[in-house]
Structure formats: structure tokens, C-alpha cells
């Protein structure tokens, strides 16, 4: 079974403790567009940081040993669960991240998702420019997103930790725009880190499979 949304986040759960899911690469695999420099800080301490904080404040609750998608939806938009909502949309975020990247990446997507994103953007350059876009646009920390809302593609971006899986689409793709993604390798240059991610790495392989 190839890896999908709708299978990859066991992988972060060992019994009701939740663990740092592997790479699907090695830490220098994405070099030059990602060095390995960043992706061991990116995946090692901020990726690491939100598993570490979850366990801490989900240890004693109702919510642990829930999957994460359990967690996104039952805790979203509630103040006082800000924290957990926070750190595990934040571990789910990452974890597709990673997904939504391949040393292998870039080029075009299979023909049925080709096909889907031409009838929805009029052609997949139009697709990559409105997916920068919304990466260049998102103000501040957060994420762009490839999602499937039916039978449309469409480009989505969320603030901080929002996810769309707490709306009603289905995540195909995500490119994370928080600074410690690519300040290390392009300082200020977020245009540069998010074109050429949409021309070196993009998973197209994932969102094929990501899709309904
Ligand atoms: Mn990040």
C-alpha cells in the first residue's frame, strides 16, 4: 500500500504514546533546494518539539492514544485546548510536509491528477502559480495547500498550526512558509524556497495517491 493521508499518521503512534514518525528520505536527500543543515533542525528539533509537547499535554487526558485527526477535529476552534490543538496539528502538518516532498520530485503529475488539475486551473503552470501564490500571500507563519474539495482542485492556505483537515477537502499536497522552513537556506527569499520546491520536489506521487 502505497503511503497516503489516510494511512501515514498511524505511523506516528506507538501504542498511546505519539513518536517522531521517520523520514521518508534521508536528511541530505532534498539537497541543494533543502540542505540537510535545515531539514535536521526543521524535522529534529521544531518537528520533535510539537511530539514532545503533545505527550506532555495530552498525558492523563481523554484525548490520549486518540489518532491525531481525532485530535485536529475534537479540539479545533476551542480556546481553552489551543495548545493541543497547536502541537498535534502541527505534528500532522509536518508529517505530510515530508510526505509532500521527494528527492524525485517536481516534473508533472500522473494523468488523472493531470487531468483534474487542468480541468480546475486550465493547465498545471496556472496550478503552480496560484500554489506559490498562496505560499508568498500567507502572512506571517503557516502553510499552502493543494486540496481536493469534491471533484475541483483547489489552492488553500492556514495560519500557525490550521490544517485543512478540519474542513471539508481533502489534503493533497502542503508547503510549510514558517520561517524555520527556509531561513538557514534562503533567508528572506521565501519566493525562491516555494518555486523551487513546486520545480524540484513536489511529491505529485503523494497527491496522486492522496487522492478520493
Ligand atoms: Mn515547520
Redesign the pocket.
Known sequence: MSTNLDNFSAAAQFGSEYILAPLPYADNALEPVISANTLSF?YGK??NTYVVNLNNLLAGTDLAGQSLEHIIRATAGQADKAAIFNNAA?VW??MF?WHSLSPNGGGEPAADLKQKIEASFGSLDACKKEFSTAAMTQFGSGWAWLVQDGDKIVVAKTGNAESPITQHVRPLLTI?V?E??YYLDYQNRRVDYVNTILDKLINWDFASANLK
Do not use: T
Open positions: 526543521h521544531h518537528h502541527q502538518n509536518h510536509y510549510d514558517w524555520h522552513a
